[in-house]
């Protein structure tokens, strides 16, 4: 399997309970064969600061160790897009289809700062520690999702339009392209947690 990633580091960002806007919990970053994940002391310093997820990743300073088995926190791979957001994301920056598409990851980083802002859950990923900019924010419409959806299967390159549109499919996981009502990612934006 052919792995590249185009970043040397992510930013989580967090919507903390009852906020309106989100602020930057840590950052991600290569250690090794593994992406540690080390919270920021601003972060630590808040009076509100909750942890991503408690078993796995406490309020404490310093990189946090891994479970043996792991290869990043399983509470941050969880807000990664899965089978579906990836093939998205391997077809826009490759225009590869089926079984070659399957054969390359872009790696984690990518996945995580490349898929919509738009995810069900509390955190997002950004390239800026001081600068949220949301991706993918746009509407779309039934019939354009369809369409590249349709176009994706085939292995067919998108157009910037449909791209777009598809995008919305890229954070929500899952083997197969999803669709979250506006209403529903606002009130995603306010929960804690993260979801597959």
């Not at 052919?2 to 960002?13: C, G, H, I, L, N």
């Not at 391997?90 to 898929?115: F, V």
């Amino acid at each position: 399997m052919t792995s590249k990633d185009d970043y040397k580091e992510a930013y989580v960002w967090i919507w903390l309970p009852g906020e309106t806007k989100p602020v930057v919990a840590g950052i991600l970053q290569p250690v090794r064969a593994q992406l540690l994940f080390n919270y920021g002391r601003s972060y630590l310093a808040r009076e509100n600061a909750i942890s991503i997820y408690q078993p796995e990743l406490p309020l404490q300073p310093g990189e946090i160790p891994l479970a043996h088995h792991l290869s990043m926190p399983g509470s941050i791979r969880d807000a990664s897009p899965d089978t579906w957001g990836r093939r998205v994301l391997i077809n826009r920056k490759l225009s590869l289809k089926g079984e070659q598409a399957a054969s390359h990851d872009l790696g984690e980083l990518t996945y995580l700062l490349e898929s919509g802002s738009d995810r069900a859950g509390a955190l997002d990923f950004q390239t800026s520690a001081s600068r949220y900019v949301p991706r993918g924010m746009g509407q779309a419409s039934l019939d354009d999702l369809l369409r590249s959806a349709e176009q994706v299967e085939k292995g067919v390159p998108l157009s910037p339009e449909l791209d777009k549109a598809l995008q919305h499919g890229t954070s929500l996981g899952g083997a197969r392209p999803k669709a979250l009502h506006p209403s529903h990612a606002a009130a995603a934006g306010d929960s804690v947690g993260v979801s597959d």
